[in-house]
């Protein structure tokens, strides 16, 4: 596995200064370099320990790091790579935090040198609070940090980072930057955006209903808490993933026309079963529970030597909506021009879905579980 003990921090926010802060909690010799436009930023960052030294520019940030992070705005991101890449080291591993990956992806491929590996990342934490005084090591517990490997992402990175951020408590998830954007734009942009629109239609109602908000009651709170977001990042995330975003409106926008449809035509046994299937669906919601051992299954896959096969073995199992628990690489004297990679999964019938799916992308892989039958 790469060998990671620079870290460089670009953006000292709230999720910029969380990571450093969890990096340096999992592992003291890490020496992390931060950098930010904003002095006070920076200071803040030092006087609490959240960083070791301070880059005055991007040169000085970046020409000994193992790894970069960037952790500015979304629609800052590709302008942060083309200042850096002219002094990144051979071997160098960036990766962002921006929550739309597409373009991203597709832009900082053409800028980079093809000796310094970019793979896409998306921590899903946050705190209605905001900046680096509100930094904390535990952030990303128990929350998914996604990433997005290509066709092209070295094996080694990809190890790296799945390691270190599955040591910070995040689960580790591997999709395609296409997919990400498609599964963001409905579980979390629209959302941000159902909740902001229907604080606006109250506060333009109340000009004639004077006792609205004076009224809002513990469910309208809990539906709009998220309003009071990030207006700038808001329209950044918005325009960055506007696609997808606009495909998740028109099918929420078919939703919302039968469900008046069915008002108007009293049709009361659709709106029953409306609120009767949304309701299950809400209580049957994945919740996070502590690892149950007796549902861990061992993979073991022989791979060649070739760039994108960890990228193509991870997303097939990312695909069948299986988080992996661990993941490493080792050369085997029984396997010629490559290596066995040895994945580690929780989960009921977990061991069948991923055999199925690894073998689906040519594969051969071996399953066992970790307690036995």
């Given at each position: 596995?790469?060998?990671i003990k620079n870290i460089t921090v670009i953006g000292l926010g709230l999720i910029g200064g969380s990571l450093a802060l969890s990096l340096k909690e999992i592992n003291k010799d890490f020496i992390v370099t931060g950098y930010d436009i904003v002095s006070d930023a920076l200071n803040i960052a030092k006087y609490r320990n959240i960083i070791d030294?301070?880059?005055?520019?991007?040169?000085?940030?970046?020409?000994?790091?193992?790894?970069?992070?960037?952790?500015?705005?979304?629609?800052?991101?590709?302008?942060?790579?083309?200042?850096?890449?002219?002094?990144?080291?051979?071997?160098?591993?960036?990766?962002?935090?921006?929550?739309?990956?597409?373009?991203?992806?597709?832009?900082?491929?053409?800028?980079?040198?093809?000796?310094?590996?970019?793979?896409?990342?998306?921590?899903?934490?946050?705190?209605?609070?905001?900046?680096?005084?509100?930094?904390?090591?535990?952030?990303?517990?128990?929350?998914?940090?996604?990433?997005?490997?290509?066709?092209?992402?070295?094996?080694?990175?990809?190890?790296?980072?799945?390691?270190?951020?599955?040591?910070?408590?995040?689960?580790?998830?591997?999709?395609?930057?296409?997919?990400?954007?498609?599964?963001?734009?409905?579980?979390?942009?629209?959302?941000?955006?159902?909740?902001?629109?229907?604080?606006?239609?109250?506060?333009?109602?109340?000009?004639?209903?004077?006792?609205?908000?004076?009224?809002?009651?513990?469910?309208?709170?809990?539906?709009?808490?998220?309003?009071?977001?990030?207006?700038?990042?808001?329209?950044?995330?918005?325009?960055?993933?506007?696609?997808?975003?606009?495909?998740?409106?028109?099918?929420?926008?078919?939703?919302?026309?039968?469900?008046?449809?069915?008002?108007?035509?009293?049709?009361?046994?659709?709106?029953?079963?409306?609120?009767?299937?949304?309701?299950?669906?809400?209580?049957?919601?994945?919740?996070?529970?502590?690892?149950?051992?007796?549902?861990?299954?061992?993979?073991?896959?022989?791979?060649?030597?070739?760039?994108?096969?960890?990228?193509?073995?991870?997303?097939?199992?990312?695909?069948?909506?299986?988080?992996?628990?661990?993941?490493?690489?080792?050369?085997?004297?029984?396997?010629?021009?490559?290596?066995?990679?040895?994945?580690?999964?929780?989960?009921?019938?977990?061991?069948?879905?991923?055999?199925?799916?690894?073998?689906?992308?040519?594969?051969?892989?071996?399953?066992?579980?970790?307690?036995?039958?």
């Amino acid at each position: 596995m790469k060998n990671i003990k620079n870290i460089t921090v670009i953006g000292l926010g709230l999720i910029g200064g969380s990571l450093a802060l969890s990096l340096k909690e999992i592992n003291k010799d890490f020496i992390v370099t931060g950098y930010d436009i904003v002095s006070d930023a920076l200071n803040i960052a030092k006087y609490r320990n959240i960083i070791d030294k301070i880059a005055t520019n991007y040169p000085e940030a970046v020409k000994d790091a193992d790894l970069i992070i960037i952790a500015t705005p979304i629609s800052k991101i590709i302008e942060v790579v083309n200042s850096v890449r002219d002094y990144l080291k051979k071997g160098a591993i960036l990766t962002d935090v921006g929550s739309a990956k597409e373009n991203i992806v597709k832009e900082v491929g053409k800028l980079l040198p093809a000796d310094v590996i970019f793979i896409g990342g998306h921590p899903m934490a946050g705190s209605e609070n905001e900046g680096v005084l509100s930094a904390r090591p535990d952030l990303f517990k128990n929350a998914f940090y996604i990433l997005t490997p290509t066709d092209s992402t070295k094996t080694e990175a990809l190890l790296a980072l799945h390691s270190l951020f599955t040591k910070i408590g995040s689960k580790v998830v591997a999709i395609t930057p296409k997919e990400h954007d498609k599964v963001v734009s409905l579980i979390s942009h629209l959302p941000h955006i159902l909740s902001t629109s229907l604080v606006k239609l109250i506060d333009d109602e109340q000009i004639e209903l004077k006792n609205l908000f004076k009224l809002c009651a513990g469910g309208f709170r809990d539906m709009t808490r998220i309003a009071i977001s990030n207006p700038k990042m808001w329209v950044d995330i918005t325009m960055e993933n506007k696609e997808e975003i606009s495909k998740a409106l028109e099918k929420y926008i078919e939703y919302l026309l039968k469900f008046k449809d069915s008002l108007n035509k009293n049709n009361s046994e659709y709106i029953r079963k409306h609120y009767i299937e949304a309701k299950e669906a809400r209580v049957n919601l994945p919740k996070y529970i502590d690892k149950d051992i007796a549902n861990l299954y061992e993979l073991m896959i022989a791979i060649p030597d070739k760039r994108g096969v960890l990228s193509e073995i991870t997303l097939a199992i990312s695909s069948s909506s299986i988080n992996i628990e661990d993941i490493s690489i080792f050369h085997s004297t029984e396997f010629l021009g490559g290596g066995i990679l040895k994945i580690l999964i929780q989960g009921e019938n977990a061991g069948e879905i991923a055999k199925e799916a690894i073998e689906k992308v040519g594969y051969e892989v071996r399953v066992k579980k970790v307690l036995g039958d």
